[in-house]
């Protein structure tokens, strides 16, 4: 299995806790003690819509040949590419080849991601509902 996480302290949830010896591949943000840093602001949104960890390795899938490229080389090339925190490994450390696990991650990353932005969207309408019913009460109006 192979898991990335990607969150402020990240590392604390693996640092000293997973074996090397279950067949378990983890890379996190960064380490127990720091953050991690969001990239691609969306101005219409004010919102960031990536993570520097993240859109590392995503984009690194896409440029690759997934077949052929180990966990290893992902996690060295998105561990110099991410340059606002130490990205960190865990687990089995056994360079492994990317293709059996990388799909079923992505489509949970992305599957997470839009559930996400779903509710970030709701959120929003909520919030905007709210405060156009609170003008128009203030104008009378309601």
Known sequence: M???????ESGSMLEGLLPNNINIYATTASNAEES??????DS????????????????DSDAED???ESLFK?????????????VM??????C?????FLTKTISCFI????????????NFKVKLKKINHKYLVQLSIV
């Open 111 to 122: 599957m997470f991601r839009n559930w996400v932005q779903h509710i970030m969207l709701v």
């Open 36 to 41: 991690s840093y969001a990239c691609y602001y």
């Open 89 to 94: 490994q865990y687990g089995d450390l056994v």
């Open 66 to 68: 997934i077949t052929k």
């Open 74 to 86: 992902q996690f060295q090339v998105t561990k110099k590419k991410t340059n606002e925190s130490h």
């Open 96 to 100: 492994i080849e990317i293709k059996s």
């Open 2 to 8: 192979v898991v990335y996480i990607e969150a402020c």
């Open 44 to 59: 219409k949104r004010e919102t960031y819509l990536g993570d520097l960890y993240s859109v590392n390795w995503m984009e």
